[in-house]
């Protein structure tokens, strides 16, 4: 019932940057959390980065100073701010939402992906 859609995905080269968006839309009472995960071929996904409700976040070490997550709660959006980006940042980036919905219903729910390539 809850659907995320990304974008901002693409090329870019190496000390670039590029900025994702993911947009939650549905019957949605609240949102926990929201975050985002990566997986790169021939590795287990990964997690990136998360904000809850009340703007926490959360960032794995190797992208600590150079990612930042934020979020827009009127939109129900979460961006992630990506600097300085590294061929070993390339990935498909997945947003991921967790949260309620009416009837006091918990819902968890993830977006199709974006990818980023980070290559000169």
């Known amino acids: 019932q809850v659907q995320l859609v990304e974008s901002g995905g693409g090329l870019v080269q190496p000390g670039g940057s590029l900025r994702l968006s993911c947009a939650a839309s549905?019957?949605?009472?609240?949102?926990?959390?929201m975050g985002w995960h990566r997986q790169a071929p021939g590795k287990a996904r990964e997690l990136v980065a998360v904000?809850?409700?009340?703007?926490?976040?959360n960032y794995r070490d190797s992208v600590k100073g150079r990612f930042t997550i934020s979020k827009d709660s009127a939109k129900n959006t979460v961006h992630l701010q990506m600097n300085s980006l590294k061929p070993e940042d390339t990935a498909v980036y997945y947003c991921n939402a967790g949260g309620s919905v009416v009837a006091g219903t918990a819902f968890t729910s993830w977006g199709q992906g974006t990818q980023v390539t980070v290559s000169s």
């Open positions: 904000i809850s409700s009340g703007g926490s976040t």
């Open positions: 549905g019957s949605i009472v609240s949102i926990y959390a």
